[in-house]
């Protein structure tokens, strides 16, 4: 146990694991942003986020996704970028996790329309593997906060 925390926490799992993050990020909101339309529609079908909501939601995640995934890729702001992603990456599984519970046959809307997958198990324990990175990331003991 020891020495899978020492390999958790070690320099080169965390830039590793930054470097999937943010690889994953900036490549998820490419699509959600020059297609906020379509990521819109992807948001409503899971219904769960009032209507009036959707087009702001639709707007701001993938620009959200994007700063955080540059910014946590090329190491500034990296507690603050995790923490971020880490609470999207929460909202994510609540959402995939709900729409699998009340059977819903939908796209995960996860990279816009250019990699159309369906919601499942597969997604939420990817989700959850993208979790477990992020919060490790955030833990790090040798990443701080800006101030």
């Given at each position: 146990?020891?020495?899978?925390?020492?390999?958790?926490?070690?320099k080169l799992f965390?830039?590793?694991?930054?470097?999937?993050?943010?690889?994953?990020?900036?490549?998820?909101?490419?699509?959600?942003?020059?297609?906020?339309?379509?990521?819109?529609?992807?948001?409503?079908?899971?219904?769960?986020?009032?209507?009036?909501?959707?087009?702001?939601?639709?707007?701001?995640?993938?620009?959200?996704?994007?700063?955080?995934?540059?910014?946590?890729?090329?190491?500034?702001?990296?507690?603050?970028?995790?923490?971020?992603?880490?609470?999207?990456?929460?909202?994510?599984?609540?959402?995939?996790?709900?729409?699998?519970?009340?059977?819903?046959?939908?796209?995960?809307?996860?990279?816009?329309?250019?990699?159309?997958?369906?919601?499942?198990?597969?997604?939420?324990?990817?989700?959850?593997?993208?979790?477990?990175?992020?919060?490790?990331?955030?833990?790090?003991?040798?990443?701080?906060?800006?101030?």
């Amino acid at each position: 146990m020891r020495y899978l925390l020492k390999i958790l926490r070690s320099k080169l799992f965390i830039s590793a694991s930054q470097a999937v993050i943010g690889i994953v990020f900036i490549f998820a909101s490419l699509d959600k942003i020059a297609n906020p339309g379509d990521f819109a529609v992807a948001i409503v079908n899971y219904k769960i986020i009032p209507l009036s909501l959707v087009n702001i939601f639709a707007i701001v995640i993938p620009w959200l996704e994007l700063f955080c995934g540059i910014l946590i890729l090329f190491g500034e702001y990296i507690k603050e970028s995790s923490f971020i992603i880490s609470s999207l990456l929460l909202v994510f599984v609540v959402m995939i996790a709900a729409a699998v519970f009340r059977n819903l046959d939908i796209d995960c809307g996860c990279f816009g329309t250019l990699d159309a997958q369906k919601v499942g198990l597969t997604k939420i324990a990817e989700n959850i593997l993208l979790l477990l990175l992020s919060v490790n990331i955030f833990y790090a003991p040798f990443t701080k906060v800006r101030k």
